[in-house]
């Protein structure tokens, strides 16, 4: 059985901050987590969906219910996608949200 890592959690001393890594492949495993600050995205563009909106809608409805952070380190490998639409909407500064459009 693999253990996930605790850091210190200096908002609340009893209530340790567990990592879980999970794959970008099933959006249903990261909606079944409950009390999610953050979450760090990392190369998500190398995951083998096409269509990763399902992911994350399942991020962004995860994160609004705590008023969490994302961190997304990844590039786009295509035109088109969530990852594409975050980076062009960053360079204006736009909010971003699963039903934002390019224009």
């Known amino acids: 059985m693999v253990m996930p890592p605790f850091i210190n959690n200096p908002d609340n001393p009893h209530k340790p901050t567990r990592i879980i890594g999970l794959g970008g492949s099933n959006p249903s495993s990261i909606s079944s987590w409950k009390e999610v600050v953050h979450i760090h995205m990392s190369d998500i563009a190398a995951s083998s969906r096409i269509d990763d909106a399902e992911v994350f809608g399942a991020a962004f ?43």
Request: hydrophobic fraction near 35%.
């Open 61 to 103: 409805s995860i994160l609004a219910n705590t008023n969490g952070t994302m961190l997304i380190e990844s590039a786009p490998r295509r035109s088109s996608g969530m990852i594409y639409k975050i980076y062009e909407m960053s360079k204006l500064r736009k909010y971003v949200d699963a039903n934002s459009t390019m224009s």
